[in-house]
């Protein structure tokens, strides 16, 4: 069980970490077995403190209120900055509020007419541009809508030089000491990291694409991002804005990923023939029971995928519902833009699922390669030996765009 833990981050700067091991799901969709932190900081010059986010409801007030104890009297916090009200981050305003005794609140416009609907709170509104000061620090506020909320702001510390940049740069994973990238194994953070975009912030990854743009044409020389879930960054900066800005193209690698469902073993064995067709083409073969493996493991491993194939077994007459589930997630992420997907179905006495996996699939932004391969029960000799023509020549047109 990982402890509450805060952490000096730069000077008068303090990392204030809640890491959550008790939630099963992260939005009560994604797993995450590892947990999540959340990440709140506190600003300081002298006497006078800002609070920058809170945490995730009421049962964590006594954590994030005996981090700041440890750091300081509450009632010395004189200003809270709601970078993004989604209540894991501002779930907490209300209880702060009354035990630092009614600080100034700043929030967007549209974070302030959340935060009025959410908590019956007011706030004090910034816009782009704009200065919060702290005794005699300033912290710029950035704008930055639709990461992953329409209401965000980042605030950049001038003196210190760091980002604090809400769920941009965030990442799944429960975290104690240590906590900048330096002092994690980064191939893990990276992977924590992947899955976090994958689920949370894909769908707006053209916003988080002109966001990065933004920080680079202000010529803010970052010397720490602070985000709000995750590792503080120091070290890896260059090396994880080059990822972030790659995920949110869809950059496609040499790669692969293979989907499929099976209710009694059979189309299973077609997703072993296909992967065993489809690994001497490519640098990568990534495959997923959508039954059995993380949805998060799922979607992460199409951001970078040339092409997808999904196989699924029909389940009266329609598509396997587990198959159905996590199309749906990729319409509303459109994770298909700019790739191209195989689909192939078995069925014993009839149905539409390769009809109707192919028009849910071309919703997500999915290019279907053609023909669909539909066969009653398990595909015989004859059958093999085509399908295995089309997965090469599949292949070769997905990865031919790259």
Request: proline content about 4%.
């Amino acid at each position: 069980m990982h402890a509450p833990s805060w952490r000096i981050i730069g000077k008068g700067v303090y990392w204030l970490s809640i890491p959550d091991t008790r939630s099963k799901l992260f939005e009560s969709i994604w797993p995450i077995p590892n947990g999540v932190n959340y990440n709140a900081y506190l600003v300081a010059d002298g006497d006078e403190y800002l609070l920058i986010d809170s945490s995730k409801n009421v049962f964590l007030a006594e954590e994030l209120i005996g981090l700041i104890k440890d750091i300081t009297d509450p009632s010395r916090i004189r200003h809270v900055a709601v970078l993004h009200t989604e209540p894991d981050h501002s779930g907490l305003i209300g209880e702060i509020s009354n035990i630092v005794g009614n600080p100034i609140l700043y929030s967007t416009s549209r974070a302030s007419a959340f935060m009025k609907s959410m908590f019956n709170v007011e706030t004090r509104i910034v816009k782009d541009g704009d200065m919060i000061k702290v005794g005699d620090r300033v912290l710029r506020v950035v704008e930055l809508p639709w990461i992953h909320w329409p209401d965000t702001m980042l605030l950049y510390l001038e003196d210190e030089k760091i980002l604090f940049s809400s769920d941009a740069f965030g990442a799944f994973g429960a975290l104690e000491k240590p906590v900048f990238d330096d002092e994690v194994d980064f191939e893990s953070y990276m992977h924590d990291s992947k899955e976090y975009f994958a689920t949370v912030v894909v769908a707006h990854r053209q916003m988080v694409l002109r966001a990065l743009e933004k920080v680079n044409r202000l010529g803010l020389n970052l010397r720490i991002i602070a985000p709000a879930h995750g590792a503080v960054l120091r070290s890896k900066i260059p090396e994880v804005i080059h990822e972030l800005a790659s995920w949110c193209r869809l950059e496609k690698k040499r790669k692969i990923t293979i989907i499929y469902g099976s209710m009694y073993g059979l189309t299973e064995k077609l997703a072993e023939f296909t992967r065993d067709v489809i690994k001497g083409m490519v640098k990568e073969v990534a495959m997923h029971n959508i039954v059995d493996d993380d949805i998060n493991h799922v979607l992460s491993d199409t951001v970078d995928s040339a092409g997808v194939v999904f196989i699924t077994p029909t389940y009266e007459v329609n598509v396997f519902p587990p198959m159905s589930n996590i199309v749906e997630l990729m319409r509303i992420k459109r994770l298909g833009e700019g790739k191209f997907a195989a689909v192939a179905v078995t069925k014993l006495w009839g149905g539409t699922a390769g009809n109707q996996l192919s028009l849910k699939l071309k919703e997500a932004g999915y290019e279907i390669f053609t023909p669909v391969c539909e066969y009653v029960n398990y595909p015989g000799e004859n059958d093999l030996k085509e399908y295995r023509k089309t997965l090469e020549a599949f292949a070769e047109k997905a990865l031919g765009a790259l």
